[in-house]
């Protein structure tokens, strides 16, 4: 089993910025991708933001230059990664979910999700 703990939420005024983290841990042979997604009040779970295993990444139109994904070097392990989301709008709002893809131990694909953090932008 894969465990993901999310980190970095709160509440912040429109223009400001904040920093989400995700670890992942338990049963991990090979990570393909990290990803995370958010899910405002009364709409569907939207991806924002993906880095795959070779260092590509992919954002939501909608995020493009104010959110960057990354791995945190600075950890020391490749099974974390970060958000750091700029210029955020009252758009943003959401509870921002950390999801990660790949093959456990026993070769078995797995495509675990953390808990959910909540980002609330205010005006």
């Known amino acids: 089993q894969v465990q993901l703990v999310e980190s970095g939420g709160g509440l912040v005024q429109a223009g400001g910025s904040l920093r989400l983290s995700c670890a992942a841990s338990?049963?991990?042979?090979?990570?393909?991708?990290m990803n995370w997604h958010r899910q405002a009040p009364g709409k569907q779970r939207e991806l924002v933001a993906r880095?795959?295993?070779?260092?590509?990444?992919?954002?939501?139109d909608s995020v493009k230059g104010r959110f960057t994904i990354s791995r945190d070097n600075a950890k020391n392990t490749k099974n974390t990664v970060d958000l750091q989301m700029n210029s955020l709008q009252v758009e943003d709002t959401a509870v921002y979910y950390c999801n990660t893809e790949g093959l456990n131990r026993h070769l078995t694909a797995f495509n675990s999700w953390g808990q959910g953090t909540q980002v609330t932008v205010s005006s």
């Open positions: 880095l795959i295993s070779d260092g590509t990444t992919m954002y939501a």
């Open positions: 338990g049963n991990i042979f090979i990570i393909n991708s």
